[in-house]
């Protein structure tokens, strides 16, 4: 059984940056799964934040490019998301999730994301 645990959410002030991180509990991040963000914030839909593969390509909602980034250090088996620029709009729960092959792209609208973390929180006042 995967086990995903992120941390590095924050209360922090609109314009700010935070970086998430999960961490797996097998080698999930440096081997060929999908592994992606999400989050969700109070009364709304979980939605797609961005992917990655394991060779590193990355891919991200229309409305999260610019801002985030997704990244993984594969030696410390980790999967991270840079957030700039925070905004209160960006306040979520925020969740990483990873799902193993086969599978045809690896994008956040297109994987079944078999495993989840259980999130961590990121609150941006104004």
């Known amino acids: 059984q995967v086990q995903l645990v992120e941390s590095g959410g924050d209360s922090v002030q609109a314009g700010g940056s935070l970086r998430l991180s999960c961490s797996a509990s097998?080698?999930?991040?440096?081997?060929?799964?999908?592994m992606g963000w999400f989050r969700q914030a109070p009364g709304s839909e979980r939605e797609g934040v961005a992917a990655?593969?394991?060779?590193?390509?990355?891919s991200y909602a229309d409305s999260m490019k610019g801002r985030f980034t997704i990244s993984k250090d594969n030696a410390k088996n980790t999967l991270y998301l840079q957030m700039n620029s925070l905004k209160p709009e960006d306040t979520a729960l925020y969740y990483c999730?990873?799902?193993?092959?086969?599978?045809?792209?690896?994008?956040?609208?297109?994987?079944?994301?078999?495993?989840w973390g259980q999130g961590t929180q990121v609150t941006v006042s104004s």
């Open positions: 999730a990873a799902d193993p092959p086969p599978w045809t792209q690896c994008r956040v609208t297109t994987v079944a994301w078999k495993y």
């Open positions: 097998e080698s999930t991040i440096s081997s060929a799964w999908c």
């Open positions: 990655i593969t394991r060779d590193g390509r990355t």
